[in-house]
């Protein structure tokens, strides 16, 4: 088979330049997050059947949408390219292990692969994306952003997908505290193609972080309404951010507004949608607010999904209708099956599963339950290591509150106060976060500065 250069000069196995050109458009439509990835991709096996990235390309296609049917279907995809890899080039059999790695469990050795790919071939754009999705998913902030460094002296403005890279460069840099970096490296990316779906996503985080909530609503706003019909439902999580930015100025008509219209406008099987939905209603009720029946329709959703642990992040979400809805025994036998899969597994997903998932989703159960003492019993020990089921910052805030809701309502009160103090500290500018350390400073007897923690959340909220 002819060895031939993609866009960016990386080596391909493929027919002729018009599979390869075939795949050159998967691969944009998959970093734009585009609604007709699909099609694409079947142009591209249209025109060479056999070849092997674009096989590659499927099995990883299958393992983002994180089902344990298209899970299987990615293991026999890692199959049959490993035996078209088998007299192709080390490039292309180094992604058939990535995939078969990444099918099976083995997240973190699929990254490692990945970055040996990255060393050869910095301007691998799938290898780049890749990476840097298995990195976020694994909760290492470091390698999540030195995946991204230690290529861009690979890369300028000429190689086509500059705005991709550099929407990871802000988003890598954001999750590892970097914000001014992070923002700067956003924006050269919307400035360059104002639809980049990361790099706008990637700003709006920044906005989310540094509690820019005003002008974040006009960013997500600004953006994302011409997204309709273009990005696949990627575009529910920015529509998630944009609540979570009116959850801090506690505008709750505002936040079920978007929750009903877009985070959760009909079911969906997919993972992020639920986790959008269930940690929003999460929110919402750490508030007091009544979520109607909202809970239900997601317990449905994640009732077949008890047993496929395939991503700890989805895992723990995917408790949170049991808890609220109080299902004792579909969440006991999740529990169990937790359990038995850290018994019966030794890959990436059982030792954070044994580290973490199993004490959060106990935590979690017990929140719905009212049992705030058993919460925060959970909780405590692993908040610290909580990243290690992967997602963003503002993603696995949800749990972090939910620790600091729990020691109110316990009345732990000096362990109330100290967790609420963290939080205003680093939320400088969410009312809610100022009223509840007003609360818990008045439960531990200091009523002057509760006093003034509650005037700073009545001035937040009235911008
Ligand atoms: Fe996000």
């Not at 802000?170 to 779906?197: I, K, N, P, Q």
């Not at 994640?302 to 299902?327: C, I, K, T, Y």
Request: with cysteine; hydrophobic share 45%; proline share 3%.
């Amino acid at each position: 088979m002819p060895q031939l250069q993609d866009c960016r000069g990386v080596p391909h196995t493929a027919a002729n330049q018009d599979a390869l050109d075939a795949y050159d458009r998967v691969i944009k439509a998959y970093m734009g997050f585009r609604v007709d990835i699909g099609d694409r991709l079947k142009e591209a096996l249209t025109a060479d059947a056999d070849m092997p990235m674009a096989h590659v390309l499927r099995g990883y296609l299958f393992q983002l949408m994180g089902l344990k049917p298209l899970n299987e279907r990615a293991k026999k995809t890692a199959e049959h390219a490993r035996a078209l890899t088998a007299e192709g080039n080390e490039h292309e059999q180094l992604h058939a292990a990535v995939l078969t790695s990444w099918a099976n469990g083995d997240t973190k050795g699929a990254a490692v692969i990945l970055e040996q790919i990255l060393l050869d071939h910095p301007l691998d754009l799938l290898a780049i994306r890749t990476a840097h999705y298995l990195h976020f998913y694994s909760g290492d902030t470091t390698a999540h952003r030195d995946s991204i460094s230690r290529i861009m002296p690979a890369w300028d403005e000429e190689v086509p997908g500059y705005s991709y890279l550099m929407g990871m460069r802000a988003f890598s840099l954001e999750e590892a505290g970097h914000y001014d970096e992070a923002e700067t490296a956003g924006r050269v990316a919307v400035d360059l193609d104002h639809t980049d779906t990361w790099a706008i996503h990637a700003v709006t985080h920044v906005m989310e972080m540094l509690g820019r909530q005003q002008e974040g609503i006009e960013w997500v706003n600004r953006h994302v309404d011409e997204w309709d019909g273009v990005v696949h439902q990627f575009a529910n999580h920015l529509w998630w951010h944009l609540a979570l930015f009116h959850l801090a100025l506690r505008q709750h008509d505002e936040v079920l507004d978007v929750y009903d219209k877009r985070i959760w406008a009909a079911p969906s099987e997919d993972g992020l949608d639920i986790s959008n939905a269930t940690s929003m209603l999460m929110r919402l009720s750490f508030r007091g607010l009544d979520v109607g029946d909202r809970w239900q329709d997601l317990a449905e959703q994640v009732s077949g999904r008890l047993h496929e642990h395939l991503l700890p992040f989805n895992d723990a979400h995917f408790m949170m209708p049991l808890a609220m809805q109080h299902d004792e025994p579909r969440a006991a036998g999740y529990l169990a099956s937790m359990r038995q899969y850290v018994d019966t597994n030794d890959n990436s997903i059982s030792e954070v599963m044994g580290d973490v998932s199993v004490n959060l989703a106990e935590s979690i159960w017990a929140f719905g339950q009212a049992d705030y003492d058993r919460t925060v019993a959970f909780m405590l020990p692993i908040r610290y290591r909580l990243h290690g089921i992967g997602g963003s910052h503002a993603q696995r805030d949800v749990f972090h509150t939910m620790l600091a809701v729990a020691a109110v309502r316990a009345e732990r009160t000096a362990l109330a106060r100290a967790l609420w103090a963290e939080r205003i500290d680093r939320q400088k500018n969410c009312a809610w976060s100022w009223q509840c350390y007003a609360d818990a400073l008045g439960a531990a007897g200091h009523s002057k500065a509760a006093d003034e923690a509650r005037e700073r959340a009545t001035a937040i909220a009235s911008v």
